[in-house]
Nanobody, 119 residues
């Protein structure tokens, strides 16, 4: 059974940092391209960072230089280090494969973790 559990979100002031973590079960993060996505209120979900199976990382322009995605194959986790946070980074953050998983024909998403950047 596939399960992706995100954690580490919270309320942070502009300029602050957070580290998100995603614990995967039922899939191997080392065998899949993995990504962190986010969805802000009223906006579509977007992919902000991805790590390919060969460890190549790609970032959306909006987070480049501030966010770092990493993978721990031994723990089967994927992390997102977020620095220099801005109010526009406020969103629910999800991890998933890239492209996202389908389970029994339906898109699968975990519960996500809320990140709020506000003073």
């Amino acid at each position: 059974q596939v399960q992706l559990v995100e954690s580490g979100g919270g309320l942070v002031q502009p300029g602050g940092s957070l580290r998100l973590s995603c614990a995967a079960s039922g899939i191997s993060v080392s065998s899949n391209a993995m990504g962190w996505y986010r969805q802000a209120p009223g906006k579509q979900r977007e992919l902000v960072a991805r790590v390919r199976s060969g460890a190549t990382t790609i970032y959306a322009d909006s987070v480049k230089g501030r966010f770092t995605i990493s993978r721990n194959n031994a723990k089967n986790t994927v992390d997102l280090q977020m620095n220099s946070l801005k109010p526009e980074d406020t969103a629910v953050y999800y991890c998933n494969t890239d492209p996202p998983l389908y389970v029994l024909g339906f898109p699968y998403w975990g519960q996500g973790t809320q990140v709020t950047v506000s003073s």
